[in-house]
């Protein structure tokens, strides 16, 4: 690789040629989360720069304007199942190969982009036979999640095959964009993966819809009469799946503690799925009176609204390898944010977190309770968040990076751009 494709810049003139890409998705494309704010924005921001993207998914999923998705067939014995961190998701790949294969030969793509390692293996198989550049969304440890969500064991055989596997997918793209230098460092140490074809891409963030004051303060008064959140109590606000990996236990918990300690705090945990089971979780806890449990919140029409109720924002997530997009929003709302401490949230929130050890309950109650507690410094920090978010994590310079490297990629590997 080139000098100039190492520093993601683009071959003279070419980056004015529209391209065309296909992004392959192996999942529930759109959900209102994660990974999937991750490809709509990349898809959002490449189409402002003229290229035309088609994204191939899963067939559950909401449409989205003015993006042209792509879906599987849905599965004959269980046409409404909502696919998640699941061994079911090995069968929806065998229903997206094919109509990968299918849509790429009828659109004849200069790009395949795939996200995830299912992506990218499915994709790399289009991509060779089109002869074509692979760029691979890396998300996060496809091992490392297993791991998390239960899936196999560190000891065991399984765990050994899947690791070599994951070492074969990563070796196969001609690009890894990374959502942190976490990431980065991993792909180099653990798989082997050639420095020249790394390129951090951390996540990034809606700035302008994403912003304080997006919502007024007669607007937020009736949203929190609808969520029955009392006035006057301070709100701790999550977004994002609700998991064991993701801590969502231990946001309930935490919600014990203060109020045991005599604390008036409300936490607002948006997202999906487990909802009744996390529900039953706060009654069983005797916090059902200081917790909100919403389910799936919009992420473009009622995102912004509801997180600007919070007064502090939260993430307590337990994986140590995956992105963490969620803070980028909390820190473009301005609003000061209580993470377990990770290197991914410190490279997003640098020396403006607050960090509590990953699992400390008491500790996160406590780090919730000082800035409860301590209103002059939830601003500075919120403030300081803002400012950094608007500096380093907006989507439309992360679009002409990506493009950039597309047709630094082409140049390199003499592809005509039609």
């Known amino acids: 690789m080139s000098a100039e494709l190492s520093h993601f810049s683009a071959v003279s003139g070419a980056e004015e040629r529209p391209l065309k890409i296909l992004m392959v998705a192996p999942t529930s494309f759109f959900g209102h989360y994660g990974g999937h704010i991750r490809i709509l924005e990349e898809t959002r921001a490449l189409q402002e720069l003229g290229h035309d993207v088609t994204v191939v998914t899963y067939y559950k999923g909401q449409d989205v304007p003015d993006v042209r998705i792509v879906r599987t067939a849905p599965l004959p014995w269980r046409a409404d199942y909502e696919v998640g961190s699941s061994r079911h998701k090995l069968v929806f790949d065998l229903y997206l190969a094919p109509k990968v294969l299918q849509t790429g030969l009828r659109l004849r793509p200069h790009i395949v982009h795939g996200h995830m390692h299912e992506g990218a293996l499915i994709g790399g198989a289009l991509a060779r036979l089109l002869r074509v550049p692979l760029v691979f969304d890396f998300q996060g440890s496809l091992t490392g999640e297993m791991l998390d969500h239960g899936f ?17 997918i990563c070796r196969l793209p001609h690009a890894i964009l990374t959502s942190s230098h976490l990431a980065q460092r991993l792909l180099q140490t653990q798989f082997g993966v050639p420095p020249a074809r790394i390129f951090p891409l951390p996540d990034c963030a809606d700035i302008v819809h994403f912003a304080p004051g997006c919502t007024t303060e007669a607007e937020k008064a009736q949203l929190r009469r609808q969520l029955a959140i009392p006035p006057g109590r301070p709100v701790v606000a999550y977004l ?25 705090v409300h936490f607002l945990i948006m997202g999906y799925p487990n909802e009744d089971r996390y529900r039953e979780m706060a009654r069983h806890l005797g916090v059902a009176d200081r917790v909100t449990l ?26 140590a390898t995956e992105g963490s997009g969620k803070v980028l929003n909390y820190m473009a709302m301005g609003q000061p944010v209580v993470a377990f401490d990770s290197p991914v949230h410190r490279e997003y929130l640098a020396e403006w977190g607050v960090y509590v050890p990953p699992g400390d309950v008491d500790g996160l109650a406590n780090a919730v309770a000082s800035l409860v507690h301590d209103p002059r410094r939830r601003q500075l920090i919120g403030d300081r968040l803002r400012s950094r978010a608007t500096a380093h994590y907006g ?14 990629l082409l140049y390199q590997n003499s592809v005509r751009i039609a």
């Open 395 to 408: 989507w439309r310079a992360a679009g002409q990076r990506i493009a950039s490297l597309y047709t630094n």
């Open 152 to 168: 196999i064991r560190p000891d065991g055989v399984a765990y050994r095959a899947w690791r070599r596997a994951e070492r074969a």
């Open 294 to 319: 919403t389910g799936r919140v919009d992420y473009y029409h009622d995102a912004p609204s509801f997180l600007s109720l919070g007064d502090i924002a939260v993430s307590p997530k337990m994986s």
């Open 240 to 264: 994002g799946l609700l998991a064991g990996y993701q801590g969502t236990e231990h946001l309930l918990q935490a919600a014990a503690y203060l109020k045991a300690a005599g604390e008036d």
